[in-house]
């Protein structure tokens, strides 16, 4: 389907953001020409001069973001249009430009005294930067002086080099073989070898699986290279600041305490035997002898789909938020009625889904919508995000309006989760019932097992580093498979293809990020049943964390809502839930 073919009423509104790309050019422009903190160096230590800086320093990053938005959609409604992606490389240059330009900020607010920044943090006039002036306050040993700053500054775009290469190779580069599926000979791709996998046909499962790793072990030895060049960046980063590892520089960051990633590792490992049960049913149910990596995907049970159109999937989200109230029910609908989300696939287009906003304009969120039960579930997970930016939006001043990553997967995973089981309730359809309760445990084990394998590989792969042992492909694919044995079990087969699925993870280029996913599952999976069990008071007390923003740090904020990570009480609770629905799933299997 070509763009122009798609209703009014099934495209975002970017022209909420700028009316036309004359006034984008307009306003980048005007970022451009307002560059310049100079008359801002040395005035710190004063109230007033610091008051000044801060105010001038929002004002250029609400019109950047806004600058970067606009590109960004525009670029992803036509990856093919050359014009939005130069877009995209002018603002973030600019970005480059203006870290540079206000590295001077971070070492004079540090080099003053704890009292003097005590004094500005309990300051009236700085109630909107009281948290970020914290912050700075914890980061003094770890801050260089200014020199040093501008240095790590201007650093910052080519030490992103091996994340770019990687991009290029995974998105460009890879010379994935030929398949036959459809009745047609094709090139193997992400997003088809995402299809076959989850598809009834095993041998063809086998066949791509096979192709698709033969395509990555081509390049494994620069791939590893450059995810060496990688944790060597962060490592770069790690010493020059001081921080005692990478995994701590990454959760100082993000103002997580690493008690959160602890209990995450330790409450995982003590589940592995839930895993490896539940993929021994799936053998089981599956009629194999052997099982192979390549069958986890598939669904134990056929012809149970959602095949909902767009506008009944979004009626069936509704119903099952029900438990949020009227006024969150309220602005879902807003999202469908005015313009915020971009529904159909269209050539060019960006593929799968996600949900953006800056200050001051509602949030927007793209989806390539199908008749899956997934997509109905996109749809809630989506807008979960977007009404999270919303609220925050709606409650706070811009510099504590942006929610730290550590909790942006909890509110789209708390729709899901309320989703699933309004489902799982409603149903009189055992086969689909059957079929959800599959869904529910495949989302755990690729959410909440997965992501933290990964995490364990990351830790691993720094650590190796730290201690000076290069990064090789065979090294990285032992670490690898190490992993995958001990989260999966002897359920399924360890071969050569799965040792080296690491080197086809984009996230891992972002390190330390993908245990967040699995922190988000657990304290959505936690705030889901409270809410459920509680009513009123807990959507209540919900409400306040989406409406946090980053008015303190993340950990704190999902203690409002009744999630608290730095126990283990929410993580056993959430292999709890895993366990129990294995359970009633196991009894469905094998009484049918």
Request: negative net charge.
């Amino acid at each position: 389907m070509q763009r122009k073919e798609v209703p009014e009423q099934y495209k975002w509104k970017v022209s909420d953001i700028f009316p036309s790309d004359e006034a984008w050019e307009a306003a980048f422009s005007r970022l451009e020409a307002g560059l310049d903190f100079s008359k801002y160096r040395g005035t710190l230590g004063t109230a007033e001069g610091l008051l000044a800086f801060l105010r001038a320093e929002e004002e250029v990053s609400d019109a950047a973001y806004r600058v970067y938005l606009y590109a960004h959609l525009k670029r992803d409604e036509d990856v093919r249009e050359t014009k939005y992606g130069s877009y995209m490389s002018r603002v973030s240059s600019f970005f480059t430009r203006f870290d540079a330009e206000t590295a001077f900020a971070t070492p004079e607010l540090t080099a003053l005294s704890d009292e003097a920044l005590d004094a500005y943090i309990a300051d009236p006039r700085f109630k909107d930067y009281d948290y970020r002036l914290s912050r700075v306050k914890a980061s003094k040993k770890y801050t260089l002086s200014e020199r040093e700053e501008v240095i790590l500054a201007q650093a910052g775009e080519p030490l992103t080099t091996a994340s770019l290469v990687f991009m290029m190779l995974d998105n460009a580069e890879v010379d994935f073989p030929e398949i036959e599926f459809g009745g047609e000979r094709t090139k193997l791709s992400h997003g088809l070898y995402s299809v076959i996998l989850s598809g009834k046909d095993r041998e063809k499962r086998r066949e791509a699986y096979e192709k698709y790793a033969s395509a990555y072990r081509k390049l494994l030895g620069t791939i590893a290279t450059t995810y060496f060049g990688n944790v060597q960046k962060d490592i770069f980063y790690r010493r020059a600041r001081g921080y005692d590892s990478c995994l701590q520089m990454a959760l100082f960051e993000e103002d997580v305490d690493e008690s959160v990633y602890r209990n995450l590792v330790e409450c995982v490992h003590e589940a592995a035997p839930l895993m490896h049960r539940y993929l021994a049913l799936r053998k089981e149910v599956l009629g194999y002898d052997t099982a192979y990596m390549y069958d986890i995907y598939v669904s134990l049970v056929e012809d149970a789909e959602l095949k909902l159109s767009y506008e009944e999937a979004y009626e069936l989200c509704l119903k099952g938020l029900a438990p949020l109230g009227e006024e969150y029910l309220a602005l879902f609908r807003k999202g469908r009625d005015e313009g915020w989300i971009d529904v159909c696939e269209t050539e060019g287009k960006r593929s799968g889904a996600y949900s953006s906003g800056v200050y001051g304009i509602h949030p927007f969120v793209l989806l390539n919508y199908q008749k899956t039960t997934h997509d109905v579930f996109t749809i809630a997970h989506e807008m979960g995000h977007s009404l999270h930016t919303y609220f925050s939006n709606a409650a706070q001043p811009f510099a504590k309006a942006d929610y730290k990553i550590f909790v942006a997967e909890v509110a789209s995973t708390v729709n899901e989760v309320l989703l699933l089981k309004y489902l799982l309730k409603t149903t009189q359809d055992e086969k689909l019932k059957k079929y959800l309760m599959n869904y529910f445990l495949d989302m755990i084990r690729t959410t909440l097992f997965r992501q933290t394998q990964f995490a364990e590989f990351e830790e691993r792969a720094h650590a190796m580093a730290e201690a000076g042992e290069p990064l090789n492909k065979d090294n990285l694919s032992a670490l690898y498979r190490g992993l995958n044995e001990a989260y999966y079990g002897s359920a399924v087969v360890h071969d050569d293809n799965i040792a080296i699925e690491w080197a086809r993870i984009p996230h891992f280029y972002t390190s330390f990020y993908v245990y967040k996913y699995a922190t988000g599952i657990t304290a959505a999976i936690c705030i889901a049943n409270r809410i459920l069990r509680e009513g009123e008071p807990a959507v209540r007390d919900y409400i306040r964390f989406l409406s946090g923003g980053c008015s303190t740090d993340p950990v704190s904020l999902l203690k409002l809502a009744g999630a608290d990570l730095t126990s283990s009480s929410p993580f056993r609770a959430a292999m709890k839930e895993f366990e129990d629905v294995l359970g009633a799933f196991e009894q469905l299997c094998r009484e049918h």
